[in-house]
């Protein structure tokens, strides 16, 4: 009796090794999950994308499952947009899972909307076996900020050309303005002077990612150029000298910075702009920041 | 003694014949093991692998050869958001979509493998290819954008691991 049940342990042992056999099939899942949002290319829109991609290795390589199939999904809904499962072909189970699915909201600046997302393979006979999900707001990407450099340009010169650096994200290609924070004060004034005695912003917009339109680093744009031209600064310290007003005089321009989405402009940072004309020699340092605390130069 | 193993031989030819006729009609049982642990980007970043995150984020800004406006405007999108200069832009574009087209290639032919055998074709051989995928395409963007795009374009595909998930084992 003892060597009956030897036999049957050994064929059971050899009927559980062949090969084809389901039931001695092992899979382990290895599918990568990765997702993301930012601005869409046009309007006011946002983008987000989910995608799930990997296969499931399988113990022993030879196996053969009939019958039984894998199904990558993504969900992938901000604000009810894309509120849908989109999935992939129902495929082997040790074929390759590829899945993208991408939304486009139409979004208003400043407003966050709610983002559920969710990357899951299915299989047919197992259920879920693979399941990732999150959620987060989401909202259109606006420049923090920016900084200052002041840089020289003989061109230019006395005015001092200034290259400014977004901050908060990639902007390069998208457009921003300088609008006016209202009349400024101009301290070189006198009665009769060709120059303003409220002087305010031009009105100048530069396109992101470069510079005196050439190609620029990353989020740069430029010139933004302040101060006196020559001919207004030789007035001041000719003209306006005689006229009583003092080397050193100091003017002041409010200067908000504003980022364009399509049909609204949206303002990110506010700037003072001083400019201080001294004689002789006729020299000018201007300073572009916040506060009047940021960068200043000659040229 | 004979009349043990004639039981046993019996028992054991049916065990051995049961699944053929089921696997006929029926999808066939087999065991899901437990998933490989996953590393989260926005846990550990520095445990996702370069060659993972580089292969998952070109897959996302790729477009096939047909794409339509919709998809080449979601890439044009997703490449601002790098920050590139419109020759880096346009230079990383052309690379990507080469890449998504070798990429579709080597998954196509592995799963025709796989459906057609019935059985799983070694998946360290398309892994393999899909590395050497990343590498090349990697040494053609070195040799296409420039220092200060290429800079760029590094630092934020490595910005990107904290939006992966990846199994720790498999990549």
């Given at each position: 009796?003892?060597?009956?049940?030897?036999?049957?342990?050994?064929?059971?042992?050899?009927?559980s090794f062949r090969p084809g056999r389901a039931q001695d099939c092992e899979m382990i899942p290895a599918y990568s999950m990765y997702f993301g949002a930012g601005n869409g290319s046009s309007g006011n829109s946002i983008l987000t994308f989910v995608e799930v991609e990997g296969y499931a290795n399988i113990y022993p390589t030879d196996c053969a499952l009939e019958g039984v199939t894998h199904q990558g999904s993504a969900y992938n809904d901000v604000d009810g947009v894309g509120n849908y499962w989109e999935s992939g072909s129902a495929v082997c189970p040790s074929c390759y899972v590829y899945v993208l699915d991408?939304?486009?909201l139409q979004a208003t600046p400043g407003v966050s909307y709610p983002w559920n997302y969710q990357a899951k393979v299915v299989c047919s006979q197992a259920g879920t076996i693979f399941n990732?999900?999150?959620?987060q707001k989401v909202s259109l990407v606006l420049p923090t900020g920016e900084t200052s450099e002041a840089t020289t340009n003989g061109a230019l010169a006395p005015e001092v050309p200034f290259i400014a650096t977004l901050e908060g994200g990639s902007f390069n290609g998208h457009q921003v303005q300088e609008s006016s924070g209202g009349p400024g004060v101009n301290n070189c004034y006198w009665s009769g002077a060709p120059i303003p005695q409220y002087p305010v912003v031009q009105g100048t917009s530069w396109t992101v990612g470069t510079v005196n339109n050439q190609a620029a680093g990353a989020n740069q744009y430029g010139y933004d150029t302040i101060g006196w031209n020559a001919y207004d600064l030789n007035a001041i310290a000719t003209t306006g000298a005689a006229q009583g007003i003092k080397s050193g005089c100091?003017?002041?321009?409010y200067q908000f910075m504003e980022y364009w989405f399509p049909g609204v402009w949206d303002m990110y940072k506010y700037n003072l702009l001083t400019f201080t004309a001294t004689w002789p020699p006729q020299e000018q340092e201007s300073c572009r920041d916040e506060a009047g605390q940021g960068e200043c130069g000659s040229n | 003694m004979h009349r043990a193993l004639l039981v046993a031989l019996g028992v054991a030819f049916s065990l051995w014949i049961a699944p053929l006729g089921k696997a006929q009609n029926a999808a066939t049982p087999h065991q899901h093991a437990s998933a490989s642990p996953m590393i989260d980007g926005a846990v550990h970043p520095e445990l996702i692998p370069d060659s993972a995150a580089y292969r998952l984020y070109f897959l996302s800004i790729s477009t096939s050869l047909n794409a339509n406006d919709a998809e080449r405007n979601r890439q044009r999108a997703r490449i601002r958001m790098i920050g590139l200069s419109d020759s880096d832009a346009q230079a990383l574009a052309v690379v990507m979509n080469d890449f998504k087209m070798k990429y579709v290639a080597l998954v196509v032919e592995y799963n025709q493998a796989a459906a057609a055998h019935g059985a799983a074709p070694d998946i360290s051989v398309l892994r393999e290819q899909l590395g050497e995928l990343v590498r090349t395409s990697r040494d053609t963007l070195k040799a296409h954008l420039s220092v200060q795009g290429l800079t760029q374009f590094d630092a934020f595909v490595q910005s990107e691991k904290q939006h992966m998930k990846v199994p720790a084992e498999g990549q």
């Open positions: 009796m003892r060597r009956a049940a030897l036999y049957l342990a050994l064929l059971l042992c050899a009927t991408y939304q486009t990732e999900a999150g959620q100091v003017t002041e321009i | -």
